[in-house]
Every structure is written in structure tokens, then in C-alpha cells.
């Protein structure tokens, strides 16, 4: 498994912008698929995006597409989330995740490492 370190989240009032990192401590991070999640309070977690191993494919759910890019820097070990014209349904715990794979999974099953979670609040 892989440590993971999420970062950049805190409160953010609509329409604005937040930068999210993810901190891996894994020397092989380039071999690993990179996801990012939220959970809001009473709601299940849900997939936002993720992003392959190579970084030449990216997937996003609908209702982040558009607004949000997932990023990685295989030299840094690190993945990110650039969070644009947010709004106060994006409010909730970040997660990111770690799937040793050459696929892009969508579903939080099927990653194996994951970090603590970043709360990311939009006022409106």
C-alpha cells in the first residue's frame, strides 16, 4: 500500500478556486492510477476524478467535468485536483487513492491505498 497525504483544502466562498494535493511516499508512484473522492455529511462517497498511471487519460464524474482537472507530477510524487468555480454542493471531505494498475478505476472498491481527507468548504 501507499501512504497518502492530502492537502489545500479549507474554506472558499462560490464561484472561487482551490488547488488539492496529494503526497504519495512510494518511489514507484508512476505506476500507480490516481483517484480522487468526497464525501459529503449523510451522503456516500463519491468518485470525482482519476487519472492514469501514464497521466494520458483522465476521467471525471458529471458533475465536476468542466470545472474541475486532476493532475500528476510523477517526479514530485504527487497528484492533484484543481478545484474552479466551485460551488456549495462541492462541500465535503476530499480523498485521494492509489491502485496499482494500468486501468482508471471509477469505483472507490477497487483502489487500495488512501489518505485522511481534506475538507473543502464553499459558502455561498
Known amino acids: 500500500q501507499v501512504h497518502l497525504v492530502e492537502s489545500g483544502g479549507g474554506l472558499v466562498q462560490g464561484g472561487g ?3 488539492l494535493s496529494c503526497a504519495a511516499s512510494e518511489r514507484t508512484f508512476s505506476s500507480y492510477a490516481m483517484g480522487w473522492f468526497r464525501q459529503a455529511p449523510g451522503k456516500e462517497r463519491e468518485f470525482v476524478a482519476a487519472i492514469s498511471r501514464t497521466f494520458d487519460s483522465t476521467t471525471y464524474s ?3 467535468k468542466g470545472r474541475f482537472t486532476i493532475s500528476r507530477d510523477n517526479s514530485e510524487n504527487t497528484a492533484y485536483l484543481q478545484m ?3 460551488k ?3 462541500t465535503a471531505v476530499y480523498y485521494c487513492a492509489a491502485k496499482r494498475t494500468v ?3 471509477r469505483v472507490a472498491g477497487e483502489y ?3 489518505g485522511q481527507g481534506t475538507q473543502v468548504t464553499v459558502s455561498s
Do not use: A, N, Q
Request: hydrophobic fraction near 35%; charge should be negative; avoid cysteine.
Open 88 to 90: 456549495p454542493d462541492d
Open 103 to 105: 486501468l482508471l478505476p
Open 84 to 86: 474552479d468555480s466551485l
Open 62 to 64: 458529471d458533475s465536476v
Open 17 to 19: 478556486s482551490l488547488r
Open 112 to 114: 487500495d491505498s488512501w
